[in-house]
């Protein structure tokens, strides 16, 4: 996705108007992080930014538009791609990244995504291009490691990355339970034992190397 | 969880009532599969169910009691733990069953107690009941493939069998792709080499092996 793109049919703001949009996009996510998408209303995301609620519907025709604005910015903000040298440590680090990035930073947003927000076709969307500009991202630390000989040629990288990060959205989501570096060092542990057996071989994957 | 007790503070119904109240829970595990927990009302509830919203009302006090009696039966529902002598076998017709669960059978049920119903702290009990219930059943699973010979001594039945669920919960709630038995094959790759590698050796699972 490019970050530079506005949303079609709204006008990119600049000068006054972008630091309004900042300070709005900015509540959305944090009354997102506090009460979640279904108790979110305008008036308390303007009144949190400092603004007239009027001043909101001016940009965002509703609670749903400035949902996925918020959520796009979120997008657009970059985690580093780990590059060591050593494809173990670089499997833990980026799980730790992850694992931080949840927890510390956006644990409230990342809620959302996953919630009944996500039945919103616009936010599944999000969602959908969250994930396939992550992957790409990240592929180059899973090339590297082939072009070393630490992973088997073939490996594919959305594959083995999905893996990684399969059981940090699990104890997120699913079963509830804390997230810290152990779990990430388990999922890494986990991902390279797999891609070593060969199990992320693209011609193994019988047809799951698609993004979506 | 002991299927026969119910909740504290309701009778157990029997006869007509049962009936009724069989009626209703089925009928409100049917609306949240098609309408979602934010949109499911009493009244619709009631009326799939073929009764009277005060029939309703007479034993569940509001909506929220009434969707965690639901999910608590749908949880009380098994799944059969594979026996086939050989684990490769085992976990792939596991992950197959879960994949089938989730996509064919109960939708609609996963998707509400992953979406923001979890906020509750009622669901989010029953979701931890289920899990700690389904890994204490499937554990003779693993148990059975470490006295054959087939995984290392000391495998963590728990920490295994949340490694096969991941890529599958994954997919369903995080990525938004569809669920298949290449899924369900691919997990059991996974989990299996990582398994074969020791990576579920509880002594090296460095505090990962509570169920939550």
């Not at 804390?178 to 542990?189: E, G, I, K, R, S």
């Amino acid at each position: 996705m490019d970050a530079q793109s506005a949303p079609a049919g709204r006008v990119k703001p600049v000068g006054r108007g972008a630091k309004v949009c900042a300070a709005v996009l900015a509540a959305t996510l944090d009354e997102l992080a506090e009460v979640g998408y279904a108790n979110l209303t305008v008036e308390a995301v303007a009144q949190r930014a400092g603004v007239h609620k009027t001043t909101v519907y001016r940009r965002w025709k509703d609670r749903e538009t400035l949902v996925v604005d918020a959520l796009t910015e979120h997008v657009a903000a970059d985690l580093p791609i780990p590059d060591t040298g050593d494809v173990a440590s670089d499997l833990r680090e980026l799980a730790r990244l992850l694992v931080t990035h949840l927890t510390v930073t956006h644990l409230g947003v990342a809620a959302t995504m996953f919630s009944d927000a996500g039945r919103l076709p616009e936010i599944a969307d999000v969602r959908r291009r969250f994930f396939a500009d992550r992957f790409r991202r990240a592929a180059p630390l899973v090339t590297r490691a082939v072009e070393r000989g630490q992973l088997p040629e073939g490996t594919d990288p959305a594959l083995l990355l999905k893996s990684l990060i399969a059981p940090i959205y699990l104890r997120l989501l699913v079963t509830c339970e804390p997230l810290d570096d152990a779990t990430a060092d388990h999922a890494a542990a986990i991902t390279l034992a797999a891609a070593r057996a060969g199990v992320f071989r693209a011609h193994d994957a019988h047809g799951q190397s698609e993004t979506h």
